[in-house]
């Protein structure tokens, strides 16, 4: 299914080919992904828990993002909303737009089963252009703090490892 397209950008759902391109890519940028990751959302995908959606750019696939009818875990979990998990654009394709427009097809799809999505952000600075670009699509804290492997933190709680289990959580009323 085809949910943006321009010309030059096409937002569609995921095939079983992208997840060997989006394998390699990841991989020529010093990241270590699994294709089995991706064969496992695709595999949800086609059980009917999530859409995946791939950004295609001038017939490359540039980027990808999950959304999950709710959250099964985190301080979402139980408020029967959607949430967008795992949003990337590769970048060799960055600062030209695929990301805003990838979010806005996954907002499109969340508020078909709620008016609230949510999201997680690792803290890393890697993740500071998606952080950034959250807040601009308005997206706030929820106010439960930092969480870490799935788990919330307390108050002068020692964490040794910034990584990516290192999570703000997010949302934003799309009505």
């Known amino acids: 299914m085809v949910y943006y397209e321009d010309g030059k950008l096409m937002i569609r759902t995921m095939e079983k ?7 390699d890519e990841l991989t020529a940028q010093g990241w270590h992904p699994e294709i089995a990751g991706f064969m496992a959302r695709l595999n949800e995908q086609s059980e009917g828990k999530c859409v995946a959606l791939t950004a295609v750019y001038e017939g490359c696939p540039a980027g990808y993002v999950y959304v999950y009818r709710q959250a099964s875990d985190g301080p979402f979990k139980g ?9 990337n654009v590769l970048k060799k394709f960055q600062r030209r737009g695929i990301g805003s427009r990838l979010m806005d097809a996954a907002e499109r ?3 078909r089963y709620a008016d609230t999505v949510c999201l997680g952000v690792g803290l890393c600075d890697s993740y500071g252009e998606a952080q950034r670009m959250y807040v601009r699509r308005g997206y706030i804290p929820d106010g439960s703090g930092v969480w870490y492997q799935g788990r919330q933190c307390v108050q002068y709680e020692t ?4 990584d990516d289990d290192l999570i703000l959580f997010l949302s934003k009323k799309l009505r």
């Open 109 to 111: 799809i969340a508020g």
């Open 17 to 23: 080919t992208d997840a060997q391109t989006f394998t």
């Open 79 to 87: 408020k029967n909303w959607p949430v967008i998990v795992d949003f």
């Open 159 to 162: 964490v040794c490892t910034v």
